[in-house]
């Protein structure tokens, strides 16, 4: 947004100030927010001066030089947040004159799943198990975009379920790995777990295939 360079931030600034001076009444700006911003604009402008011309250039000008630009960019952030941004009088357009970004306000629908997790599962400790799984295909760890994570649901049962839906337990791990803690009574015994991916409004996708493993 605020160019970097020495003479962009410059020219960057002077307009953002410049225009928000012509309109301070329409936009409802503070007159002394302005001219706060435009002394260390200022302040600035003279300090690059300093630092590039041949017989006034110098490390501790350069020194000088970097701290007003660092003021006058800070000073920029804050007041572009306080009387720019959520401003109902600047517009696209204005806000297009003024060198900022345009806010996307159009939001992205959040899909329903469509596939399962790929997971599979580690012995942790005695009693626990760990549950490691990610998107089907993918090298990332990360959740798709819009899920808050995968449902693990699991039991401890002496036949193997036909469905997933037999499953007596289920909790949710958004991140991965998942331990699954079991009791003393349960060691020995076959856990069958599947896992389904959930989106942000508690849509669940498809299970993924049942798989088994004895507790430690």
Request: aromatic residues 10%; hydrophobic residues 35%; positive net charge.
């Amino acid at each position: 947004m605020i160019p970097t360079n020495d003479n962009g931030v410059g020219s960057w600034a002077d307009n953002l100030i410049t225009r928000c001076d012509t309109n301070k009444t329409a936009w409802a700006i503070p007159q002394d927010a302005v001219t706060a911003l435009r002394s260390l604009y200022d302040a600035y402008k003279d300090a690059l001066a300093k630092a590039q011309a041949p017989d006034t250039r110098s490390k501790s000008a350069t020194t000088t030089k970097n701290e007003a630009k660092a003021a006058l960019r800070s000073a920029l952030n804050v007041f572009i947040a306080k009387y720019i941004d959520n401003n109902d009088a600047i517009t696209v357009p204005i806000r297009e004159q003024l060198g900022l970004p345009i806010r996307d306000t159009t939001r992205t629908p959040v899909p329903v799943p469509t596939t399962y997790p790929e997971f599979f599962v580690k012995v942790k400790d005695i009693r626990a198990l760990d549950v490691y799984f990610k998107e089907m295909g993918s090298a990332s760890k990360g959740r798709p975009y819009g899920y808050n994570g995968a449902v693990i649901f699991y039991g401890v049962l002496d036949a193997p379920p036909t469905d997933p839906s037999q499953l007596p337990h289920s909790t949710l791990a958004t991140k991965t790995p998942y331990t699954l803690s079991f009791t003393e009574a349960e060691r020995g015994h076959r856990v069958y777990i599947a896992l389904v991916w959930q989106n942000r409004k508690g849509e669940k996708g498809p299970f993924s295939q049942i798989e088994d493993v004895f507790i430690p």
